[in-house]
């Protein structure tokens, strides 16, 4: 939205109070983030002048619609997810009225793919960028509200994308993170069969200077063989793969709509640190799901520490209204779900502490992302953008390079280390 409104004319302002249009791309996914939201938007209409529109866009507003009106006044227009694209055409039609009814546009049909008015699907940060390769989700998951809000998959096509990571690498992008709600379903739904495969073939080929490409969320029984062998084929495809599993007992995956066959799990984990060396791993876990009891979380637990995953993130049940899960109410108390939150990452701390310290006195790339008083911060393969570890290393290196380091110390997530001496480091 923001390249579109830039490309029609509109100016950006980190000043609210000098803003004619406010916009408030909002998240409906779960409660802490509906709150957050919703607070944002609170703040500005009660603090915005009568000249002044207020947009509330997004997820939330695709979900919940003139609920939100209903309980903040003051918002002058609601845009949901599926044509965030007609946002110049609805904020002027907005500047230009008289009324001051809220205006929705909440059509049904997406155009995500089809007419994206020229927007790149990208978000840039620093020398890194996500690139979104689909959009929506056909997955049945009890607990979650992503396909009311987003609708069915869309897969975007594939000239789009290349062209679009074609100019994240003429700006000198180092990382290109390939994002969807479920990546491994890519191309499905465009007749493309084993569609991220051969999405990252391409994709390989056409940014040859792009050293890194990582992939995240991939649905667990559809990372398939020939995906498994082109991640280990192509050094510029990462070592890494998050591979968000939710439950490790059987019964709670079913009642959860989830994949429930926990030997594909152990098969293909174990398949995969066969064929692709020193992978990494991340999965998402959701502890106090209603109905879960204690021994399905003694197995969830066992599960855990069985396939030592190097990166793990965990979830406190949240109730969603009008999701299938929704009949069962949210039954497991607060204390209960932040105990076992609280076991699970305690597991996973004393799991994490020793895979990192299987580092120490390797050498790993770092992809640096900043430094002060001589001390630099980066990346591994290991660690994705906010959500895994750093790499804390001595001097300062330069922002945005990769750069070889020799692991000389480990922490529970993170790991430090200093230039490797084989490399001739400008070090500034
Ligand atoms: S695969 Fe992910 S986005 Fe899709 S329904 Fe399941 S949890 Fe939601």
């Given at each position: 939205?923001?390249q579109i409104?830039?490309?029609n004319?509109?100016?950006?302002?980190?000043?609210p109070?000098?803003?004619?249009v406010?916009i408030v791309?909002t998240c409906g996914?779960?409660?802490?983030?509906k709150?957050?939201?919703?607070n944002?938007?609170?703040e500005?209409?009660?603090?915005k002048?009568?000249d002044?529109?207020?947009?509330?866009a997004?997820c939330?507003?695709q979900r919940?619609?003139?609920a939100?009106?209903?309980?903040i006044?003051g918002?002058?227009?609601?845009?949901?997810?599926r044509?965030w694209?007609d946002?110049v055409?609805?904020?002027d039609k907005?500047?230009?009225?008289?009324s001051n009814?809220?205006?929705y546009?909440l059509?049904?049909?997406?155009?995500v793919?089809?007419?994206e008015k020229?927007?790149?699907?990208?978000?840039i940060q620093?020398?890194?960028?996500y690139?979104?390769i689909?959009?929506?989700c056909?997955?049945?998951c009890?607990f979650?509200a992503?396909p009311?809000?987003?609708?069915s998959?869309?897969s975007r096509p594939i000239?789009?994308?290349i062209e679009e990571?074609q100019?994240?690498?003429?700006?000198?992008?180092?990382?290109?993170i390939?994002?969807s709600?479920?990546t491994?379903d890519y191309?499905h739904?465009i007749g493309i069969?084993?569609?991220?495969a051969m999405?990252?073939k391409?994709?390989?080929?056409?940014?040859p200077?792009?050293?890194?490409i990582r992939?995240?969320?991939a649905y667990?029984g559809?990372?398939?063989?020939e995906?498994i062998e082109?991640?280990s084929?192509?050094?510029q495809?990462?070592?890494y793969?998050?591979?968000?599993?939710?439950?490790?007992?059987k019964?709670?995956l079913?009642r959860?709509?989830?994949?429930?066959?926990?030997n594909?799990v152990?098969?293909?984990?174990n398949?995969?640190?066969?064929?692709?060396?020193?992978l990494?791993?991340r999965?998402?876990?959701i502890?106090?799901y209603?109905?879960e009891?204690?021994?399905?979380?003694?197995?969830?637990l066992n599960?855990v520490?069985?396939?030592?995953?190097?990166?793990l993130?965990?979830f406190?049940?949240?109730y969603?209204s009008?999701t299938?899960?929704a009949p069962?109410?949210d039954?497991?108390?607060?204390k209960t779900?932040k105990?076992r939150f609280e076991r699970?990452?305690?597991l996973q701390?004393?799991?994490s502490l020793n895979?990192?310290?299987?580092f120490?006195?390797?050498?790993l790339?770092?992809l640096?992302?900043?430094?002060?008083?001589?001390?630099?911060i980066?990346?591994s393969?290991?660690?994705?953008p906010?959500i895994?570890?750093?790499?804390?290393?001595?001097g300062?290196?330069?922002i945005?390079q990769?750069?070889n380091?020799?692991?000389?110390?480990a922490?529970?997530?993170d790991?430090?280390?200093?230039p490797?001496t084989?490399?001739?480091?400008?070090?500034?």
């Amino acid at each position: 939205m923001a390249q579109i409104l830039h490309n029609n004319g509109y100016q950006h302002t980190d000043q609210p109070e000098n803003a004619q249009v406010l916009i408030v791309n909002t998240c409906g996914f779960i409660g802490p983030a509906k709150e957050e939201s919703m607070n944002a938007l609170q703040e500005l209409a009660s603090n915005k002048n009568s000249d002044q529109i207020l947009i509330a866009a997004g997820c939330l507003s695709q979900r919940y619609g003139s609920a939100i009106t209903k309980e903040i006044s003051g918002i002058d227009g609601i845009i949901g997810t599926r044509r965030w694209m007609d946002i110049v055409d609805i904020t002027d039609k907005m500047r230009k009225r008289k009324s001051n009814k809220t205006l929705y546009h909440l059509p049904d049909v997406p155009h995500v793919g089809k007419d994206e008015k020229g927007a790149l699907r990208v978000a840039i940060q620093g020398s890194s960028a996500y690139l979104k390769i689909a959009d929506g989700c056909r997955r049945p998951c009890a607990f979650c509200a992503i396909p009311l809000i987003k609708g069915s998959h869309i897969s975007r096509p594939i000239d789009q994308i290349i062209e679009e990571a074609q100019h994240l690498q003429s700006i000198g992008t180092q990382e290109i993170i390939l994002i969807s709600q479920d990546t491994t379903d890519y191309g499905h739904d465009i007749g493309i069969k084993n569609g991220l495969a051969m999405l990252l073939k391409k994709l390989v080929r056409a940014v040859p200077e792009v050293p890194w490409i990582r992939i995240m969320y991939a649905y667990p029984g559809y990372v398939t063989n020939e995906l498994i062998e082109t991640i280990s084929t192509y050094p510029q495809i990462l070592p890494y793969l998050d591979m968000p599993l939710q439950h490790g007992n059987k019964s709670m995956l079913r009642r959860m709509k989830r994949p429930a066959n926990l030997n594909w799990v152990y098969d293909t984990v174990n398949q995969m640190r066969e064929k692709i060396p020193n992978l990494a791993i991340r999965t998402t876990f959701i502890v106090g799901y209603p109905g879960e009891t204690e021994d399905e979380f003694q197995d969830l637990l066992n599960f855990v520490e069985d396939l030592q995953f190097d990166r793990l993130g965990a979830f406190q049940f949240s109730y969603e209204s009008q999701t299938t899960s929704a009949p069962l109410g949210d039954p497991v108390s607060k204390k209960t779900k932040k105990d076992r939150f609280e076991r699970l990452m305690h597991l996973q701390q004393n799991i994490s502490l020793n895979n990192n310290q299987r580092f120490i006195g390797k050498n790993l790339d770092v992809l640096i992302e900043g430094y002060d008083n001589g001390i630099s911060i980066g990346r591994s393969y290991r660690d994705a953008p906010e959500i895994d570890g750093t790499v804390i290393i001595e001097g300062n290196l330069p922002i945005g390079q990769i750069s070889n380091i020799q692991i000389t110390g480990a922490m529970t997530y993170d790991l430090s280390g200093i230039p490797s001496t084989t490399q001739n480091i400008n070090l500034i």
